[in-house]
C-alpha cells in the first residue's frame, strides 16, 4: 500500500499525520505510555485539536520490544488474533533524560528523541533501524474515484517505516516465490491459492528478518501491506487498516537467534515422528486409480528395493462431486478396512487428502447446514459458491461444535487406519461473510489456516500421541509452523518450478517454519525424465520427500529404468542419513532454526551468499545444490573453509565457486568442515534405532578445535554423545554410547596406531572401532 507521489508529496486524497514530539510520558513497571501530538505544541491552544498519537512500549522478553500505537483507542477490539506467547508482566527498563527517553530490552535499546520524534534502535552501540519524521503515522484518506480506487480500499490506516542501511537485505514474509530478496517488492500478506509461479502465496507471514540481525513481526491477522524498499528506497514500510498497529522488533544478533526469539513468540515447529521423513508416494490428483493401481505402485516400489514408508490417497479417494465428506468411494474401493490392513502389513503409513469445503451432494452437507456447522452470509444463508466443488460450503471453526463434528468425522478414519492427513486448501476465505463466534472476516481470511490445521493436528496428537501427529498442509498464517509439514503448493513440472519451489521453501524457513516439501517432479502436467530424475536427488535431499502429481503418475518407472535407479539411491541415502537429519530435526523443535535453511541464515558474513536461492544447507553441515539444466552443469558456491565431497571425498576449497557436468546419481553434497555425520546402519527404512551400529564421519578436523555430534534414537532418546578432537599429531575419540559403532576418520590414511581400538586403511579413511570403554587415542604417522 503506497501512501507517497515522490519524496515530498502524499498522494491525492490522502492526509499524513505523524508524531512531533513527546508531549508527556508515563512509566509503569511493564509499560511505557507516550502521548505524541502531530503537530508542535506551543502554547495552550495547540492542545485543543488533533490528531494525538498513543505509543505504549513494552518488553515481552529479553532482546524483543513490541510497539504498539493507536490513534483512537474507543474502536472495538476485533478478533481473532494470534496465539502468542508474550510475558506482558515482564518489567521494563525506562532512562528518562532531558531529550530523551531510553528503553531496553537486553542488548536492544530505544532511544526516542522528545523534542523531534524520532525512534532509534540500537544493538550496544550499533544502530541497526530507526524510525523518523513521516515514518510512524496514522493516514486519513479519501480516494473513492481517483486511479488506485480498486473498491477495497479503507478510510484509515496505521503505518510504520523502519530505515534500511547500505547493504541491508530483507527476508521472509511467508512462502514467496518472487525474488528471495524482498528489496524492491511491494508484499500485500493474504492467502490466494496462487499456484508457486506469481506473486501470490499460500502461506503469507507478516514477519521479516534482515541480514543486520533484526527481525520484524506485525501481530495483525488480516491484510499487512509491505512495501520493502519500493516506496522508499531506504525503508521498508508496513501498514494496516484501521486505527491501531501493533509490531515487534527483535534482535539477533544472529539471523538465527532472531528465528529463535521470534518463535520463542509464535511457537516452535513441532517435531515430526521420524517416519515422517521416509519416502511418501501418492496416487497423484486426477489419475485413475482402484486398490490394484494403489498395490501395483506399492509393490512396484518395494520390489524395486525403494524403500517407500508413507503411501497418500488423493481426493478420489471420496466418491467425485463428495468432496469432504470423508467416506470412500466405493466404486472403487469397495473395502477400505481391509485394504489399509493390507497396506499397513507392508510397513506403510497411510495419507488421505482432506479439506474443510464440503459439496452440496456430500452426504454430510445437510448435518452441516442443520448443525450451523458453515460459515454464514450476513442475512443467515450459508455462504457456497461453485468453485472446486458446486455448492461447497466451508466449515466454521470459531463454532465448537463444528470442531468436533469434522473431528468425529476423521476420528473415524483414525479407527479404520488411517495415519495422517493431506489438508489442503484453505486460502481462498471469503470475507462478505458472518462467523459464528462473531470474528471479523477480514482478520479471518488469513486466520482460518491456523484454525484449520489445529483442530487436525488437535486430533492426531489425541488419537496418536505426542510426536505422532503430522499434516501435509499447503495453507498457513503465523503459528502455522507448530503443526508440519507444509508443502509449497502447486507447481509446473519444469526446472523454472523446481527453482520457484526451492526459493518458496526457502523464504518459508526464513519465516520461522522448520520443515518443508515440495511435489516431486512437478504437479502440473509430466516433466521430461531428465527433469524429473534431477528434482528427485533435491526431493530427496529435503526435509520431507512426496512424489506426487496432478494428472499422471509419479512412480519412476513411469519415466525410464534410470529414474528407479536415482529414486533408489536418494531414498537410500536419505534412509541412511536419519540419523543426522533426526538429530537436527529435534533441535529446530527446541529452537526454531530450520532444519533445511538458506545459504545467508548460515553465512550471514560471507556477502556472497546474501542472494543465493538455488543451494541450501540441510541441517546444520551439509550443503546441497540441486541441479536445474538439461545439461547437467552443476553450478554452486562454497563460503570460506574446506569442504568435503560426501561421495568421493574430495576436498574443495571454499571462497569460491565451482561448476562441472555431474550424472544423475549424484548432486553436489558438501560437508563443512569440522562436521562429524553420523550415518545410520539400515538403507532400506527411514524409521529404525539411529544409535545401533551408527558410524560417525569426522570431516576435516582442525588443530584444538573439538568436533562433536550427538544421535538420538527414533524416539527421541538421547543415546550418542560424540567428540573427536585433534592435537597435533593426536586424534582423541570420545564417544559415550551403549551400542556398538564406528568411527571413520574422513582423508586420514597416516594412523600408526590407536589406543583402545583397531582401525582399517580403507582409501584415503580410517575406519575405527572401539575395543572397549572410555577414549579411544590415535596417534598419527
Known amino acids: 500500500m503506497k501512501f507517497s507521489n515522490g519524496c515530498w508529496m502524499h498522494k491525492e486524497g490522502t492526509e499524513v499525520f505523524t508524531p512531533a514530539e513527546v508531549y508527556f510520558s508515563n512509566k509503569e513497571d511493564n509499560l511505557l505510555t507516550i502521548n505524541a501530538p502531530t503537530h508542535k505544541i506551543n502554547h495552550r491552544g495547540d492542545t485543543l485539536g488533533g490528531p494525538n498519537i498513543t505509543i505504549r512500549i513494552s518488553s515481552p522478553a529479553p532482546d524483543v520490544l513490541r510497539i504498539r500505537t493507536n490513534h483512537y483507542m474507543g474502536v472495538k477490539k476485533k478478533t481473532p488474533e494470534f496465539e502468542i506467547d508474550v510475558d506482558e508482566n515482564r518489567s521494563l527498563i525506562v532512562e528518562e533524560q532531558d531529550d530523551f527517553l531510553k528503553i531496553y530490552s537486553g542488548n536492544l535499546r530505544l ?55 547500505v547493504g541491508e537485505l530483507i527476508y521472509g514474509l511467508g512462502e514467496r516465490f518472487t525474488p528471495f530478496v524482498k528489496n524492491g517488492q511491494s508484499v500485500d500478506i493474504w492467502n490466494e491459492d496462487g499456484g508457486t509461479s506469481t506473486d501470490q502465496s499460500y502461506k503469507n507471514i507478516p514477519f521479516y528478518i534482515s541480514n543486520k540481525g533484526y527481525g520484524v513481526f506485525v501481530n495483525h491477522p488480516e491484510k499487512v501491506s509491505f512495501e520493502v524498499s519500493s516506496e522508499m528506497v531506504k525503508k521498508v514500510q508496513f501498514s494496516v487498516p484501521g486505527e491501531e498497529l501493533d509490531y515487534f522488533i527483535m534482535n539477533g544478533p544472529t539471523m538465527k537467534e532472531v528465528l529463535t526469539r521470534y518463535t520463542d513468540l509464535t511457537g516452535k515447529p513441532s517435531l515430526p515422528a521420524a517416519w515422517t521423513f521416509g519416502l511418501w508416494l501418492s496416487t497423484s490428483f486426477t489419475t485413475n486409480y482402484d486398490e490394484a493401481t494403489v498395490n501395483s505402485f506399492v509393490d512396484g516400489m518395494l520390489d524395486r528395493g525403494i524403500p517407500l514408508k508413507v503411501f497418500h490417497f488423493d481426493c ?11 467416506v470412500w468411494d466405493s466404486r472403487v474401493f469397495p473395502d477400505p478396512v481391509g485394504m489399509l490392513k493390507r497396506l499397513k502389513a507392508k510397513g506403510l503409513k497411510i495419507c488421505v487428502w482432506i479439506n474443510s469445503y464440503i459439496a452440496q451432494d456430500a452426504a454430510i452437507f445437510k448435518e452441516g447446514v442443520e448443525g450451523g456447522y458453515f460459515i454464514k452470509r450476513p442475512n443467515g444463508d450459508v455462504w457456497q459458491w461453485d468453485m472446486w466443488q458446486p455448492g461447497m460450503a466451508i466449515v466454521d471453526f470459531t463454532n465448537p461444535g463444528a470442531c468436533k463434528w469434522f473431528s468425529d468425522k476423521l476420528e473415524a478414519l483414525l479407527d479404520m487406519g488411517v ?17 459464528y463466534d462473531g470474528s471479523d472476516p477480514m482478520k479471518m481470511h488469513n486466520y482460518y489456516t491456523y484454525l484449520y490445521n489445529k483442530v487436525v493436528f488437535d486430533l492426531l496428537e489425541k488419537k496418536r500421541g505426542k510426536g505422532e501427529a503430522v499434516l501435509f498442509a499447503r495453507s498457513a498464517t503465523v503459528g502455522g509452523q507448530k503443526f508440519p509439514v507444509h508443502w509449497g503448493g502447486d507447481c509446473w513440472s519444469d526446472y523454472e518450478s523446481m527453482a520457484e519451489s526451492l526459493r518458496g521453501g526457502l523464504s518459508l524457513t526464513m519465516s520461522g517454519f522448520g520443515f518443508w516439501s515440495h511435489d516431486i517432479g512437478g504437479f502440473e502436467s509430466t516433466s521430461t525424465p531428465d527433469v524429473y530424475k534431477r528434482w528427485c536427488a533435491f526431493g530427496l535431499l529435503s526435509t520431507h520427500s512426496r512424489l506426487h502429481g496432478s494428472s499422471s503418475y509419479r512412480v519412476p518407472w513411469a519415466y525410464d529404468d534410470e529414474a528407479v535407479a536415482v529414486v533408489r539411491f536418494f531414498a537410500r541415502l536419505k534412509a541412511s542419513l536419519m540419523p543426522y ?12 532454526i530450520p532444519s533445511m535453511r538458506s545459504m545467508v541464515m548460515e553465512f550471514t558474513g560471507d556477502t556472497m551468499c546474501a542472494y543465493l536461492d538455488k543451494q541450501y544447507i540441510l541441517g546444520d553441515s551439509l550443503l546441497v545444490a540441486p541441479v536445474f539444466n538439461d545439461e547437467g552443469m552443476a553450478n554452486y558456491y562454497l563460503p570460506e573453509g574446506n569442504w568435503t565431497d560426501f561421495f ?12 562441472k ?14 562436521s562429524i555425520i553420523a550415518i545410520g546402519a539400515k538403507e532400506d527404512d527411514a524409521e529404525y534405532d539411529y544409535s545401533d551400529q551408527v558410524t560417525l564421519r569426522a570431516y576435516e578436523l582442525s588443530d584444538n578445535n573439538p568436533s562433536t555430534t550427538v544421535v538420538y534414537d527414533n524416539k527421541q532418546k538421547l543415546a550418542v ?16 554410547s551403549q551400542k556398538a559403532y564406528t568411527v571413520v576418520l574422513i582423508n586420514v590414511s597416516n594412523i600408526a596406531s590407536v589406543d583402545n581400538g583397531s582401525f582399517e586403511i580403507k582409501g584415503n579413511d580410517t575406519m575405527i572401532t572401539p575395543s572397549g570403554k572410555g577414549k579411544m587415542i590415535c596417534t598419527l604417522k
Open 648 to 659: 568421493t571425498g574430495e576436498v574443495q576449497v571454499g571462497g569460491r565457486w565451482y561448476k
Open 581 to 592: 537429519l533426526f538429530r537436527n530435526a529435534i533441535e529446530t523443535s527446541k529452537t526454531g
Open 316 to 326: 478420489f479417494w471420496m466418491k467425485d462431486f463428495h468432496w469432504s465428506d470423508f
Open 111 to 165: 532511544e526516542i528523541n522528545k523534542a523531534n520524534w524520532k525512534m532509534v534502535f540500537y544493538r550496544g552501540n550499533e544502530k541497526i533501524t530507526d524510525s523518523g519524521w513521516r515514518d510512524l503515522a496514522y493516514v486519513k484518506t479519501d480516494w473513492k474515484g481517483l486511479a488506485y480506487d480498486d473498491g477495497n480500499l479503507h478510510d484509515t490506516y496505521m503505518r510504520e517505516r523502519l530505515s534500511l542501511s
Open 721 to 736: 554423545e560424540a567428540e573427536v578432537a585433534k592435537s597435533g599429531s593426536t586424534i582423541t575419540i570420545d564417544v559415550k
Open 661 to 674: 557436468t555431474i550424472g544423475y546419481l549424484d548432486i553436489p553434497l558438501m560437508v563443512k568442515a569440522g
Open 419 to 435: 495415519d495422517c492427513f493431506k489438508t489442503d486448501f484453505g486460502e481462498r476465505i471469503p470475507t462478505d461473510v458472518a462467523y
